[in-house]
């Protein structure tokens, strides 16, 4: 039977409804064995095509067909957009102008760099560590969320900007503001302030250039000509997001994490130096980002037998991609011991983050010093009654009380 064309289409389903912020990996473990890729939509109606096997999405994440360039969108991706100015970068542009701004901002990523950065995140979590302590010894509990994995992240990526000292409080209230809006209109005065703040950032540290990764990118804008102004203030944006919300999130989850399996825990109290080991695990096992940043088909792709047109919306799934049992045998269970830990966290392919080592360093140092100095650490509730943020793109602690002995 011929389908009338005046019959409206029946509705995509929304897997992202109250079952799924109670347990996402359930979710997605049931699309994933339905199939390798489904049509759903998302929250706001916006219809998107949904990847869920591993080998689909780290060959997708590689493949050159799905941009990231918004251009290439026939159907249109609705949400909240930047303005024009902060949207010129990695995250937006084709391949070529993608190469050339990744060469570029890696310089302020290289090894080198790094390690210089090492001393102002040691400070930083010795810093919030005694902080955490302290407001436990007065008064029972605090939240780690608040008072540690929230603030780390932003003072690193204050250092590597070189935020001014007397700029840091009012500009990390901001870039919190922005991870957890409390609404649309919140996020965009939290937006606009910040770039007002990086507008003026540049205009300063172009006056008074310095040996950090604004200063470099400057000089590629004024020197070289191969910046344009937006592209700039955009890259020093995503830098700032970009280094603030994953590691934020795989602090405070991964704490929980640890002492929610005392086993391991105890592997880790006994030989600290597996600490590196265990931080890969808990990037594939606890890791808050849910899907990649979209993609757009620049020609007609298949996956599974499924053909998905050009120009179409596609989610490649990280979380359902770290729990699939055919590339990680019992993908629910945490183990140090795991002998493959390769995951997708930090991205794949082109998008891989220039990132990854800065959060790694930031991740293991927070977590070890965690570990040695509060021995007693654990959760001030049941661990049944905590709060997690739970949309498409990430699921996250909102907050997590914690006390010690």
Same mark, same amino acid.
């Given at each position: 039977?011929?389908?009338?064309?005046?019959?409206?289409?029946?509705?995509?389903?929304?897997?992202?409804?109250?079952?799924?912020?109670?347990?996402?990996?359930?979710?997605?473990?049931?699309?994933?064995?339905?199939?390798?890729?489904?049509?759903?939509?998302?929250?706001?109606?916006?219809?998107?095509?949904? @990847?869920?096997?591993?080998?689909?999405?780290?060959?997708?994440?590689?493949?050159?067909?799905?941009?990231?360039?918004?251009?290439?969108?026939?159907?249109?991706?609705?949400?909240?957009?930047?303005?024009?100015?902060?949207?010129?970068?990695?995250?937006?542009?084709?391949?070529?102008?993608?190469?050339?701004?990744?060469?570029?901002?890696?310089?302020?990523?290289?090894?080198?760099? /790094?390690?210089?950065l090492?001393?102002d995140?040691?400070t930083?979590?010795?810093?919030?560590?005694?902080?955490?302590?302290?407001?436990?010894?007065?008064?029972?509990?605090?939240?780690?969320?608040a008072?540690f994995?929230?603030?780390?992240?932003?003072?690193?990526?204050?250092?590597?900007?070189?935020?001014?000292?007397?700029?840091?409080?009012?500009?990390?209230?901001?870039?919190?503001?922005?991870?957890?809006?409390?609404?649309?209109?919140?996020? @965009?005065?939290? /937006?606009?302030?910040?770039?007002?703040?990086?507008?003026?950032?540049?205009?300063?540290?172009?006056?008074?250039?310095?040996?950090?990764?604004?200063?470099?990118?400057?000089?590629?804008?004024?020197?070289?000509?191969?910046?344009?102004?937006?592209?700039?203030?955009?890259?020093?944006?995503?830098?700032?997001?970009?280094?603030?919300?994953? @590691?934020?999130?795989?602090?405070?989850?991964?704490?929980?994490?640890?002492?929610?399996?005392?086993?391991?825990?105890? @592997?880790?109290?006994?030989?600290?130096?597996?600490?590196?080991e265990? /931080?890969?695990?808990?990037?594939?096992?606890?890791?808050?980002?849910?899907?990649?940043?979209?993609?757009?088909?620049?020609?007609? /792709?298949?996956?599974?037998?499924?053909?998905?047109?050009?120009?179409?919306?596609?989610?490649?799934?990280?979380?359902?991609?770290?729990?699939?049992p055919?590339?990680?045998?019992?993908?629910?269970?945490?183990?140090?011991?795991?002998?493959d830990?390769?995951?997708?966290?930090?991205?794949?392919?082109?998008?891989?983050?220039?990132?990854?080592p800065?959060?790694?360093?930031?991740?293991?140092?927070?977590?070890?010093t965690?570990?040695?100095?509060?021995?007693?650490?654990?959760?001030?509730?049941?661990?049944?009654?905590?709060?997690?943020?739970?949309?498409?793109?990430?699921?996250?602690?909102?907050?997590?009380?914690?006390?010690?002995?």
């Open positions: 039977m011929t389908q009338d064309p005046t019959t409206p289409a029946p509705p995509l389903p929304c897997p992202y409804d109250e079952s799924f912020a109670r347990d996402p990996h359930a979710v997605h473990a049931r699309l994933r064995a339905a199939g390798p890729v489904h049509r759903v939509a998302l929250p706001d109606g916006s219809p998107v095509w949904l @990847v869920t096997r591993a080998a689909d999405v780290r060959a997708g994440l590689a493949d050159a067909r799905y941009s990231v360039d918004k251009r290439h969108s026939t159907t249109g991706f609705s949400g909240f957009s930047l303005p024009p100015a902060l949207d010129a970068n990695l995250l937006n542009v084709g391949p070529e102008d993608h190469l050339r701004l990744r060469r570029l901002v890696s310089k302020g990523f290289t090894a080198r760099h /790094v390690e210089l090492r001393a995140v040691r930083c979590v010795d810093e919030l560590t005694a902080r955490l302590a302290d407001t436990i010894a007065r008064t029972g509990e605090a939240d780690l969320v008072e994995a929230r603030p780390l992240p932003l003072r690193t990526i204050g250092a590597l900007l070189r935020v001014p000292a007397s700029d840091q409080e009012r500009f990390s209230g901001w870039v919190a503001t922005m991870l957890a809006p409390r609404s649309k209109e919140e996020l @965009v005065a939290a /937006v606009g302030s910040v770039h007002r703040f990086l507008v003026e950032l540049v205009e300063r540290r172009r006056a008074h250039p310095g040996d950090d990764m604004l200063s470099s990118l400057i000089a590629a804008r004024d020197e070289e000509d191969r910046l344009t102004e937006d592209e700039l203030v955009s890259l020093a944006f995503l830098i700032l997001m970009a280094g603030s919300e994953t @590691v934020q999130h795989v602090i405070s989850g991964g704490i929980l994490t640890l002492l929610s399996h005392p086993e391991q825990l105890a @592997v880790l109290r006994a030989d600290p130096s597996r600490l590196p265990a /931080v890969e695990e808990l990037l594939r096992y606890t890791g808050p980002n849910q899907t990649a940043v979209r993609r757009f088909p620049t020609e007609p /792709v298949e996956i599974g037998g499924v053909r998905i047109p050009a120009g179409d919306t596609v989610l490649f799934c990280l979380a359902a991609a770290h729990r699939d055919d590339r990680h045998p019992d993908p629910d269970r945490f183990d140090i011991d795991r002998e830990k390769a995951h997708l966290a930090l991205g794949h392919g082109l998008h891989y983050c220039l990132g990854a800065l959060a790694r360093l930031q991740i293991t140092l927070a977590l070890g965690l570990l040695d100095r509060l021995p007693g650490l654990r959760p001030a509730g049941p661990v049944e009654e905590l709060s997690w943020t739970s949309t498409f793109r990430f699921h996250a602690l909102r907050a997590l009380p914690v006390t010690a002995d």
